[in-house]
Each structure stands twice: as structure tokens, then as C-alpha cells.
């Protein structure tokens, strides 16, 4: 059933993709014994030739004890949900690690922008580096995207990484992750946003540290 995933290539995907597979088995599990429950009692109670089928009013504390105990387990569950999924929103969202890199992130009609500071360190100056829906990155460090909107509400959606993040205009919002495995993985926009959504399309390019440093020594821009 894993496969139903697109393969994990980040440092917290495993995390993240436990939360989904928890939540999964809950569910599973839960729908058998409800759905069991409901066909042990349409042949449990029902019409039978000289009996009328049961009506049950709900006003005792036997009948009520079958939606007080329900309730009471689904209750629990929830909490333990939100306990472990807690644990996973702290450490994707509230508790960044220092960045290696730092890139700016711009949804636009209908692409991505990725800019890289140049020498100077500093954005906005004449030495940075702008590509179009190719955001390349070094294996094994940390990358923080700082996500910002030109125009209308876009989704950064990085599914190999486990990573989701709207693109609000006015807003400048970070994100992080961390890549395990060199490649190419595609970022779609995951928030209808006009007529081209579906062709906005980037992709996340992964490389060693070495082809990284050659790839900034042949697109930055000469001083």
C-alpha cells in the first residue's frame, strides 16, 4: 500500500507520511466495525412475519450508551491524532533548521520564480540569479523557499517531499526541506489559479554538491 505514495526524498517525509497511514488504519478499522454493527442490526431487529421491527427511542442508558460510547472513542482517537500530528507540524512548520540555502519562491500566472542571492548575499541587488520553474538545489542540505504570490493565491506543492504551502499575495511565507536523493521531481501548483493552472509546472532538481557548484558557476550572472 506505500506505493500509493510518490516515493519519500526528504528528511521529514517519513513523518508526515505517518500521520497519513495512522489516520488510514483508524479509519479502516472503524468503518468495518460500523458498517458490521449496521448489517448486525438491519438482521438483528428487523420485520419478521408477526413481529414489527424494533424502534428504539434512545431515551434509556442502554440505547444511549451506543452513541455516548462511540463518541467517547472517537474522542480519544481524535486526541491521539492531534497529539502525534502535533509533534509533525512542530517540526516541519515551527521548528526550521538553519537554512544552507536560502531561495525566494514567486507564483505568477502561470509559472514559478526562483531567485538565489548572488555573491553579496543580499535579494534584490543586481548580482541575483532568476530561473523559471526549475529550482536547484544541493542534496543533503537544508533549503528554506520564502513563498510570495505576483498575483492570485498559489499552492508550492512538492509531493516527493511531502511539502505543501499556498503562495498568498502580500505575504512572504517560508518553508524548508532537505533532500536524501538526487533527481528530478516535479512541483505542481496545487491551487486553481486561472485558465493555465494546469501547465504551471515546476520541477526540483537535485544535485550533488558538486554538480550544484558547477551548475552555479555556469548560470550566475558575470560581475
Known amino acids: ?3 500509493w505514495f510518490p516515493e519519500n526524498v526528504s ?9 497519513f497511514w495512522f489516520i488510514f488504519y483508524i479509519v479502516t478499522v472503524w468503518f468495518f466495525i460500523t458498517e458490521g454493527l449496521i448489517l448486525y442490526f438491519i438482521f438483528r431487529y428487523r420485520r419478521k412475519p408477526g413481529r414489527s421491527a424494533v424502534y428504539a427511542t434512545g431515551d434509556t442508558w442502554s440505547q444511549l450508551a451506543w452513541v455516548l460510547v462511540p463518541l467517547a472513542i472517537v474522542v480519544v ?3 491521539l491524532i492531534d497529539v502525534r500530528g502535533a509533534d509533525v507540524w512542530a517540526k516541519v512548520k515551527g521548528q526550521r ?4 540555502l536560502v531561495v525566494r519562491g514567486v507564483g505568477k500566472q502561470f509559472n514559478w520564480e526562483f531567485i538565489y542571492a548572488g555573491p553579496d548575499g543580499k535579494f534584490g541587488s543586481e548580482d541575483d540569479l532568476a530561473t523559471d520553474n526549475e529550482l536547484h538545489v544541493p542534496v543533503g542540505k537544508v533549503i528554506h523557499v520564502l513563498l510570495s504570490s505576483k498575483d492570485v493565491i498559489h499552492s508550492f506543492f512538492l509531493p516527493h517531499f511531502r511539502l505543501k504551502q499556498d503562495a498568498v499575495p502580500g505575504r512572504q511565507i517560508p518553508v524548508w526541506f532537505e533532500a536524501t536523493k538526487i533527481g528530478e ?3 505542481p501548483c496545487a491551487e486553481l489559479c486561472g485558465f ?6 515546476g520541477k526540483v532538481l537535485v544535485h550533488s554538491a558538486e554538480d550544484y557548484q558547477k551548475w552555479l ?3 550566475w550572472p558575470k560581475s
Open 97 to 100: 533548521p538553519p537554512a544552507d
Open 185 to 187: 521531481f516535479e512541483i
Open 217 to 219: 558557476s555556469e548560470k
Open 77 to 79: 482517537l481524535d486526541v
Open 196 to 201: 493555465g493552472h494546469s501547465g504551471m509546472n
Open 1 to 3: 500500500m506505500h506505493s
Open 11 to 19: 528528511t521529514y517525509g517519513g513523518d508526515v507520511d505517518g500521520i
